[in-house]
């Protein structure tokens, strides 16, 4: 059997993208996802009924969609290459393309944050 013990310290050592990286693989090789509580459950006939249900309905990441620049393309622009690191071609292309994600799969709050920066550079924007 595994070491709990070292296997925990591992994960806790986990850096942010590895630990999207596991999850990624949790999920698609063994259908292994995150509950809401950070717990991990099974997907299917392992999870609890309703309890299940109302885990996997809360949703604890978003994609911040980009649906139009506005008025001010300019600010958006400088925004969206604030918030992505994308150049300057790169962030103009994706504002004028409209209907495009600038960050997916981030926290509710870093989502909130980016949407309120955006809207006050004057784009149009929502959270899914």
């Known amino acids: 059997m595994a070491d709990l013990k070292k296997l925990a310290e591992e994960i806790v050592g986990l850096t942010l993208l590895e630990a999207a990286e596991l999850k990624k ?3 698609d090789e063994y259908g292994i996802e995150p509950a809401a509580g950070g717990a991990v459950m099974m997907a299917g006939p ?11 309905e809360e949703q604890t990441e978003f994609d911040v969609i980009l649906k139009a620049a ?14 992505t690191g994308l150049g300057l071609k790169e962030a103009k292309d994706l ?15 870093e989502a909130e944050e980016i949407q309120k920066k955006l809207t006050d550079a004057g784009a149009e924007v929502e959270l899914k």
């Not at 506005?70 to 918030?83: D, W």
């Open 25 to 27: 693989i949790l999920k």
């Open 46 to 56: 392992a999870a609890g009924g309703d309890a299940g249900a109302a885990a996997a």
């Open 70 to 83: 506005g008025a001010q393309k300019i600010n958006v622009i400088k925004e969206v290459r604030a918030i």
């Open 95 to 109: 504002v004028e393309a409209g209907g495009k994600a600038v960050k997916e799969g981030v926290s509710k709050a």
